[in-house]
Structures are given as C-alpha cells and as structure tokens.
C-alpha cells in the first residue's frame, strides 16, 4: 500500500444547493480513510457574489493554479444574471480540457447490470464559447437569435489523445466517437476527420468506430454495454452524460474529472439540486466516485479501489441507500454507511 508522509495540497470548493452536504459526506468519509490531502478552501458560486460580486473570485483561480487539484460541489449560476457559467469558466481559466465522466452499473437490481462506460468530452470549445448575439429586425431587438461553436484542430487533436491514450491506460478496447458530421458539417465534421487521424497510431491497441448523435442517444437506451469510451464535442457530451447517469441509476451516481495539463478538478456530474437543498437528503455517491478518481489521478488508486468497494457494498441493499435510489437514509447516515465498509 502507498504511504504518503507529505499531504497533498488540494483546493476545497463546498458549492452552492446541496453542495455542502454531500461535500461534508465526502470529507468525514476521506478523513475515516485518513486521505493525504491538505484542504485549501476557497470559494465560488453564490457564495463568493454575496461575499464580492465575483461568481469565480480571482483567490480562488489563484489557489487552484497553485494546487493544481480541487474537489469542487456543484455551483449556480444565476440564470439571466448575466454572469456566465463558473464551470464554464473555471475550465477555461484552467484548461481543464478533458471531462471525464465514467458511468457503471452499480446498483445490482438497476435497469442495466452491466454498463461500464467512460463519457471523454471535449471541455473548452463548441458551443459553449459563449458566443452569441440577437440580431434586431424593426421594432424586436431580438428578432433572430445566433449562437457559434468554435472548434480547433489542434484542441480536437489534443482532446482525441487524450482518449486514445486513457484508453491504453485503463485496458480499454474501443473509442466511439460521436457527432453530428452530417449537419454541422464544418463544426462535428473537423472532430470526426481529426479523432480519425489521430486513431490510426493506435490501430491494433483501440477500435474507432464512429456514431451520429441522435443514434447514439437511441442505442445507450436499448444496449448500453456495446459503448466502451464515447469520445465527443462539447454539448453533445454534456447531453450524453446526464443520459448515461440516467440509465445507471440516476445523476446521484455519476461522478466526473476535468483534466488538463496543469491542473485537475473533480466533481458530479449534477448541478446544485436546489430542489432538495438543506434537508440532508442528497446522495453523495458521485462526489464520492468523484473524490476515488482523484486518488487515483494523485496515483492513490490503492484508496480509491477502497473507496469504490466501499460506495459499492452500500449500494447493494436499497435500505442502505438514499431516497433518489429508493432507500430511506439520509446524507449523513450514508455516509455512515459508508465509513462502516471501508
Ligand atoms: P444544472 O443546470 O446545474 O445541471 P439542474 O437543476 O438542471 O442543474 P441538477 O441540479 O443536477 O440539475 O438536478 C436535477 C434533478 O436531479 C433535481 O430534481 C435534483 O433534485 C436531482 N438530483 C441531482 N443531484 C442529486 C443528488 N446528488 N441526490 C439526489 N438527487 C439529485
């Protein structure tokens, strides 16, 4: 097993909604496994406008850029606030250019048993740009609304690497790579010809296959055990995602990493659920699973198998899960729970 005399130092963001609560789970459940990380708490989202006006402060990037690792809770943004999006943002800023969000069956009376699916999206580009504009005609000045997607050769070569690459690493036979090429012809077709040119010094390691998108949500939905990595653009992979998390068990399960060459950050794939905020009833598991993929990028894999084994045995009987799953327990007693079979 791996000891680590020094600890690592890793920005703590706890977000806004349940943020805190699943962020407190997954702290006293990483303290019970006596985690090497030395927190360095920052903040964003609501919190940081009510304390300075700045949804992303600068102390917070500062901090990030130094520790080059974060455990981030979901954030708001206000909509119609004029402010864009902090994790759009925070991706940017750190050119966190890979979001990988995995999606495995855990829960053994689930829908699908046997999903085992990575999710790599490319994390900076496509229509998450933020480019976009009304255009006025008479007396509307909003008459017709136009929004663009910008896409590089080079970040499509970078992020299809990427893939490639984590594919070699983790024993992973197949990358489909999806878009949307016979429409946006420019915009999905520059993403299909580069991850293309970029499969073939992998040929005889990885299959590349390729799929339209709208087939691709279709056949998650009747075989999703046939995908193996799906490699795709911006708000395909965003849409894509919450459909894999729907199909193990619901967004309570699915974690994810945004990678990029300086820095990484860790979070859910959920946003803040202000729906369920404050009653100690969230399901922490995707911070968690979240929280197991940093070990493993801090080469700790060690902790985060034990981390996983344990989320894994309390998933197996509904009454130790949360409500979103069908059990009783709330926040806390699941990690409890937790804690127990570590
Ligand atoms: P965003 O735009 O940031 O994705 P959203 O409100 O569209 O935010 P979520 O915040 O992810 O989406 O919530 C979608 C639904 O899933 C809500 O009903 C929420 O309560 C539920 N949900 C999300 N995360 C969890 C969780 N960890 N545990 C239980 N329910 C959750």
Redesign the pocket.
């Known amino acids: 097993m791996t000891t680590h005399t020094e600890k690592i130092p890793c920005t703590l963001i706890r977000g806004d909604?349940?943020g805190p609560e699943?962020v407190d789970a997954a702290l006293h459940i990483l303290d019970a496994m006596k985690a090497p990380f030395d927190w360095r708490e920052q903040t964003a989202g609501l919190v940081a406008i009510e304390r300075g006006g700045d949804p992303l402060p600068e102390t917070t990037l500062a901090n990030m850029r130094e520790t080059k690792l974060a455990l981030k809770g979901?954030l708001?943004t206000p909509v119609g606030s004029g402010f864009r999006s902090v994790n759009v943002r925070l991706r940017e800023a750190l050119q966190l250019y890979a979001n990988v969000r995995p999606g495995l069956s855990l829960i053994p009376d689930g829908r699908f048993t046997d999903v085992d699916v990575v999710l790599i999206r490319e994390n900076t580009g496509g229509f998450y740009v933020g480019v976009e504009h009304f255009i006025p005609i008479g007396d509307d000045p909003r008459a017709v609304a136009e929004a663009s997607g910008f896409l590089t050769r080079e970040n499509c070569t970078r992020i299809a690497k990427f893939a490639f690459e984590y594919a070699l690493r983790t024993n992973r036979q197949k990358v489909t790579v999806v878009h949307k090429a016979n429409i946006l012809k420019k915009l999905t077709g520059l993403f299909l010809e580069t991850v293309t040119n970029v499969s073939a010094a992998y040929a005889g390691k990885v299959e590349l296959e390729e799929r339209i998108v709208d087939n691709c949500a279709m056949q998650l939905v009747l075989n999703p055990s046939q995908f193996d990595i799906i490699l795709t653009t911006n708000m395909f992979g965003d849409i894509l995602s919450d459909e894999i998390a729907g199909i193990i068990g619901?967004?309570?399960l699915a974690p994810g990493a945004n990678i990029g060459e300086d820095a990484a950050m860790f979070e859910?794939v959920?946003?803040?659920?202000?729906?369920?905020a404050g009653q100690n009833?969230?399901?922490?598991t995707?911070l968690l699973l979240a929280a197991a993929m940093m070990f493993d990028h801090c080469d700790l894999s060690d902790m985060g198998n034990r981390l996983r084994h344990a989320i894994t045995q309390t998933l197996q009987t509904p009454s130790t899960r949360?409500?979103?799953l069908g059990g009783k327990l709330s926040t806390t007693d699941f990690a409890k729970a937790v804690i127990d079979r570590l």
Do not use: M
């Open positions: 909604g349940i699943i979901p708001t619901g967004l309570g859910a959920h946003g803040s659920a202000p729906d369920i009833i969230a399901n922490p995707a949360t409500r979103d």
